[in-house]
């Protein structure tokens, strides 16, 4: 077993690096995990945003009746929860449907009717009241439920992407300055989102945070995930789309979450929709065969290393 998921990590890995210039060809990646996510009392049903955190290896995601944030592996196996104690008055639905990590244990969740982003400390067991967060907002359309479906820290520069559902469908970025009683926000539209032609915007990734993009053209590109539409576009800041992977067949579940991995490894979440349980789903991008090639040729010149040392 440790030697598969070494495998599918330099698979991945690989993947990646073969197409680090431009983009990362969606069309390269596949289903290689699908996994039921626990419902954990009312937490874990209706996942609606999932995110990922380098630092802990793990996964955060939300369900949209807002009743907190749980911790699970790379498998969806529950480590821990944090429960929201409050959110602010001005809200009847604490709908969390964006969620992204910022790293050190802070996270950033966005309500959507509200447009606002909230950030917390996670504290595994423990509780947070959003309602007294420091908070900003990413738009100021009027309260409904067609705003803010996503959002995604960008490390380079402690940016961040959000997207609009519909009427209007928005990509917009900018930065956010979080603060007691509401901070500032530069967040304005990249571009007309209508070019993209979905019918509407669920969640957005960016893809800085792939190491084999790093100092190229697509650690710039963005994830965009189109519940209405099945679909996931990889896409330039000037809303050019790069690649696309369909969806129709990977689950009749709602897709309503993305985010991305160091290696390149996508993970998505759906709405148990009338099922049992929310489901984690994993694309990896699979390697050209000369891709696998070399790799293969790494592991054997391995096997001789560890021979010899024996």
Same mark, same amino acid.
């Given at each position: 077993?440790?030697?598969? &998921? ?10 990646? @690096?073969? &197409? ?19 419902? &954990? ?32 592996? %790379? ?30 244990? *802070? ?8 447009? #606002? ?6 504290? @595994?067991?423990?509780?947070?009241? %959003?309602?007294?967060?420091?908070? @900003?907002?990413?738009? #100021? ?19 961040? *992407? ?43 990734? $960016? ?51 993305? $985010? *991305? #991995? ?23 991008? *699979? ?22 040392? @024996?």
């Amino acid at each position: 077993m440790k030697l598969m &998921h070494c495998l599918v990590a330099l698979a991945a890995l690989a993947g990646s @690096a073969a &197409h680090a210039a431009n983009s990362i060809d969606l069309s390269s990646y596949t289903v290689t995990g699908n996994y039921a996510l626990d419902t &954990h009392g009312t937490l874990g049903l209706e996942a609606s945003a999932v995110t990922y955190a380098r630092d802990r290896n793990s996964l955060f995601f939300v369900g949209d009746e807002g009743g907190g944030v749980v911790e699970v592996s %790379l498998t969806g196996q529950t480590l821990s929860s944090m429960s929201f104690s409050g959110w602010p008055a001005a809200t009847r639905h604490n709908d969390a449907e964006g969620l992204t990590y910022l790293g050190g244990g *802070v996270l950033v969740v966005a309500e959507e009717r509200l447009q #606002d982003a909230f950030r917390f400390n996670y504290v @595994a067991g423990g509780s947070v009241s %959003l309602a007294d967060a420091p908070w @900003a907002s990413i738009s #100021d359309y009027a309260y409904a439920n067609n705003g803010i479906e996503g959002i995604s820290y960008d490390p380079r520069d402690g940016s961040f *992407v959000s997207v609009k559902q519909d009427s209007p469908m928005e990509v917009r970025a900018g930065t956010l300055s979080f603060a007691a009683g509401g901070g500032i926000s530069t967040m304005t539209p990249l571009f007309d989102a209508n070019q993209l032609g979905l019918s509407s915007l669920s969640d957005v990734q $960016t893809l800085s945070p792939i190491d084999a993009l790093a100092g190229t053209a697509a650690a710039d590109n963005l994830l965009v995930l189109s519940l209405g539409s099945q679909t996931l576009l990889e896409i330039d800041r000037a809303g050019n789309t790069l690649s696309s992977f369909d969806l129709s067949g990977v689950t009749s579940q709602a897709i309503e979450g993305v $985010t *991305v #991995d160091e290696l390149g490894r996508i993970y998505l979440v759906a709405e148990d929709s009338g099922t049992p349980n929310s489901r984690l789903f994993v694309l990896t991008p *699979v390697p050209e065969p000369e891709t696998w090639a070399m790799m293969l040729v790494g592991l054997a010149g391995l096997g001789y290393r560890l021979r010899r040392r @024996a």
